[in-house]
């Protein structure tokens, strides 16, 4: 003999089915916050009015003609390779995206290849690079992601 449905069978139903709602939304909520800083930039009206000179900063770069590609090599020394002056001077600044780990100053040194090479390596993990190349007088700015 099959058993009625009755109400307590619905109210079980909702109980459950919002439980599971406000669970998800308490992880979901959790995970952002651990995960993202939550700025972008301190001030975005000082931001705002910075604004054009980062673009007039940006066509005096590409007007340069310098190019650079970031990636790592095999023991994972940070590598910047392209169109770069000779003897420029290059600092960069690894940073982990999420903010789990403390930013790394790096220095480079010229490869036989052209390239320039890091003198540190990096920890295991995904890292966002910000290259600075000064040379002749004049400064450029690359960024870059290296893999896990």
Known sequence: MARAFNGWH?????????GIVVAVNVLMATLATRTFSGTVVDNSYVASQQFNGWLAAGRAQRALGW???????????????????????????????LGRVADMPLSFSAGRDGSYVSQATL????FQIRVKVRANGHVADFDGEVPA
């Open 10 to 18: 619905i109210a079980g139903i909702l109980v459950a089915f919002f």
């Open 67 to 97: 190019s650079a590609r970031i990636d790592l090599d095999g023991a994972r020394h940070v590598r910047v390779i392209g169109r770069i002056p000779l003897g420029a001077a290059i600092t960069a600044v690894a940073f982990h995206p």
């Open 123 to 126: 920890p295991a993990g995904r």
